[in-house]
């Protein structure tokens, strides 16, 4: 594996997945063998940050993307929001730490699913604020013009999370924190030449 973590007490379920008994949360890395798809990355957070936000915005929410740096390699971890698949309520917290080299990526993750009641966070902080939804959602700190499939609101701030120790968005929180505390990475794979992404300048193509 091009990322090594402890595995002690969760269960294998493929070569590329694990799951938390307890929990259900699941752990994934998978190596893609060609360049990572990105028109701007780590020589541009900003930028890098609003295409996140915009790409993300059809299918759920990016919440955060932050540089990381797990087992001496830079990434970048993405943490989106999305509804689960085929249910009637409900939400996936997504935390997919990417480690690309010039060609070729990891994406290691871990992917935690409400359950029982949801919405339980939400309801509960919108409460204690005193907000209606018009003082709950809020704009975008990346791409303040994008309306996502889910909107970005207040709960989503990591200062609730100790007040949820349970719910699944703390939840891959913590297993960022400890995944970049503990884990390694192949040193074959951190040797490799850094990505860059190939996307043209202004004006590319045009010297006067």
């Known amino acids: ?37 990105e028109p701007v990355w780590l020589e541009d957070v900003p930028a890098m940050r609003r295409n996140l936000a915009t790409g993300y915005a059809q299918m759920g929410c990016l919440i955060e993307a932050e540089p990381v740096l797990l ?12 509804p689960i698949p085929n249910a009637p ?9 990417f480690l690309a080299k010039a060609d070729r990526y990891v994406m290691f993750g871990c992917s935690a699913a409400e359950q029982g009641i949801t919405g339980m966070r939400e309801t509960t902080i919108m409460a204690t604020l005193g907000v209606g939804l018009d003082g709950w959602v809020l704009p975008h700190p990346y791409a303040p013009e994008v309306r996502s499939a889910l909107p970005f609101h207040r709960g989503d701030d990591p200062a609730w999370d100790a007040q ?27 040797a490799l030449p850094e990505f860059v992404p190939s996307r043209p300048g202004p004006g590319a193509g045009h010297h006067g």
Do not use: C
Not at 8 to 32: A, C, K, N, S
Not at 90 to 95: I, S
């Open 1 to 37: 594996m091009v990322v090594t973590f402890d595995t002690t007490g969760l269960q294998r379920v493929d070569e590329t997945t694990w799951m938390h008994p307890g929990t259900g949360d699941r752990i994934i890395q998978q190596v893609t063998n060609s360049p990572l798809g």
């Open 71 to 82: 087992g001496g390699v830079r990434g970048v971890v993405q943490l989106v929001k999305v």
């Open 89 to 97: 309520a409900g939400l996936v917290f997504l935390a997919n730490i």
């Open 164 to 190: 949820y120790p349970d719910h699944p968005l703390t939840r891959v929180r913590a297993w960022v924190r400890w995944v970049t505390a503990t884990a390694t990475v192949d040193p074959a794979f951190a």
